[in-house]
């Protein structure tokens, strides 16, 4: 176990497998956390507008594949047709 300081300085540190006691000063801070304020808003938010994002560069992907004729020497595009 380790007390360490905002910028990641290691102030004090406890032997393992020792019961041991670290004191310290907590300087407590004013406001909410991002988190807080918005709560799950945030991440629902940034979510639907990845399915959102992803569904329409899938749509435009399928319309461009579509459109364009397949190169020569490629195979069959009905391969799964039974003969």
């Not at 102030?11 to 004013?30: C, D, H, M, N, S």
């Not at 319309?63 to 039974?82: H, I, K, Q, Y």
């Amino acid at each position: 176990m380790a007390w360490l300081v905002r910028d990641g300085e290691v102030l004090a540190t406890a032997p393992e497998y020792e019961p041991t006691v670290l004191t310290g000063r907590i300087t407590p801070r004013q406001g909410l956390p991002p988190y807080a304020r918005v709560g799950n808003w945030a991440v629902v938010l940034a979510a639907t507008a990845g399915m959102l994002l992803c569904m329409i560069r899938r749509r435009a992907g399928t319309r461009d594949a579509a459109a364009s004729p397949e190169p020569p020497g490629a195979p069959a595009a009905n391969f799964l047709r039974r003969e």
